[in-house]
């Protein structure tokens, strides 16, 4: 395996822009949203309307209220549900490593567990070799971590690898720009489910480049959909092995990309996410 096929593996691949443009609709002269000016309401049916929608909402609030007592494993899975209708298993609260641990032993369970561990892989602590290890301890079976940590190590601390992406040979970035490498799973799936295995599809964006003036590698956006196999060990779900195959991928439109500053202060400012179906 190449050194791009490994990287590539965890959602570091670099490729086409993915953007997309809002066009709003057309209207009259001098209405800058676009549409047709709405008669106004009397202040009875604006009234009426207002607390319609405050019920509306209290009602929806106290539906989904939890009690709080639900464990992580806790199933309420809703007959009829669409695919990636949102489901009563409850995200994880427990960390093993640094990695978002204690999943459901189900097909919910499963499917938390391989978009949290592709969040994880394709992060930029994959670069940092004290991170890294952290990481695949928390991610692989142990009967497979050992030989998968000296696959990355081998990879992730390759000199013309980290010279090639823009980095350090230490794998940091160079002064005065931000490195960033992240994935946004846009969907997960079942392919086969075991009761104590299981075989999950996640098809997610990749982010991945150099941001800051001057870089040689922007920022670029990249699809692929990866397929973990993972066995349920001490309690948890863990992955034994993976593939991955590039897209499904949107067509790209014509929005203006960001400046590096933009994007460089984007990813310090916004956080991920704990996954959960």
């Known amino acids: 395996m190449s050194h791009d096929d490994e990287t590539d593996g965890y959602g570091s691949g670099v490729g086409g822009t993915g953007q997309t443009r809002t066009r709003l609709p057309e209207g009259t002269a001098g209405d800058i949203y676009g549409g047709a000016r709405r008669p ?8 009426t309307l207002v607390g319609v929608v405050v019920l509306l909402i209290a009602a929806i609030a106290f539906a989904n ?6 464990s992580p494993n806790t199933t309420d899975t809703a007959k009829g549900t669409a695919p990636t ?8 609260k427990g960390k093993n490593a640094g990695v978002p641990a204690g999943y459901a032993q189900d097909e919910q369970g499963a499917q938390s567990a391989a978009a949290n561990y592709a969040v994880t892989l394709g992060s930029d602590g994959m670069f940092d070799q004290s991170r890294r290890h952290q990481i695949v301890s928390g991610v692989y079976a142990a009967d497979v971590a050992g030989a998968r940590q000296a696959d990355l190590d ?25 490195f960033i490498s992240r994935v946004v799973p846009v969907g997960a799936k079942v392919e086969k489910f075991g009761g104590d295995t299981a075989s999950v599809a996640v098809w997610y964006s990749s982010l991945f480049g150099l941001a800051g003036e001057g870089s040689r590698n922007p920022v670029s956006e990249s699809w692929y959909t990866t397929t973990y196999e993972m066995k349920w060990v001490s309690g948890d779900w863990k992955v034994t092995d ?6 499904p991928v949107p067509v790209g439109r014509d929005q203006a990309a960001s400046s590096a500053k933009e994007m460089a202060d984007a990813v310090e400012q916004f956080g991920g996410f704990t996954y959960a179906r």
Do not use: C, E, M
């Open 40 to 47: 106004s309401r009397n202040s009875r049916s604006l009234v």
């Open 242 to 247: 993976h593939t991955q195959k590039d897209g």
């Open 85 to 92: 209708a949102a489901t009563g298993v409850r995200p994880v």
């Open 154 to 178: 081998k990879v992730y601390s390759d000199k013309g690898f980290l010279t090639r992406i823009g980095l350090r040979h230490d794998g940091t970035a160079p002064d005065g720009l931000t």
């Open 65 to 70: 209220r939890g009690d709080g007592t639900n």
